[in-house]
């Protein structure tokens, strides 16, 4: 996906929606009820893009039994 037409805001708000949704699944025990690793590679791919923009956010803490 090319991101170079976004917003910083709109990079942010996608990313922290992600974020949220990851916290949720974690919260409720579940494995890859809303975040799946689709989203996790678009995750890594927005994150890409902040980071070359140099923008401030918080990480996504992905739960460990995401990578069995």
Do not use: C
Request: no cysteine; aromatic share 10%.
């Amino acid at each position: 996906m090319n991101f170079s037409d976004s917003s910083d805001e709109s990079l942010l708000a996608y990313h922290e929606s992600i974020r949220r949704q990851v916290v949720a699944d974690r919260q409720s025990g579940g494995r890859y009820r809303l975040a799946g690793a689709n989203v996790r590679d678009y995750a890594n791919r927005l994150e890409d893009e902040i980071d070359r923009r140099q923008l401030r956010f918080t990480r996504i803490e992905w739960p460990s039994f995401d990578s069995k």
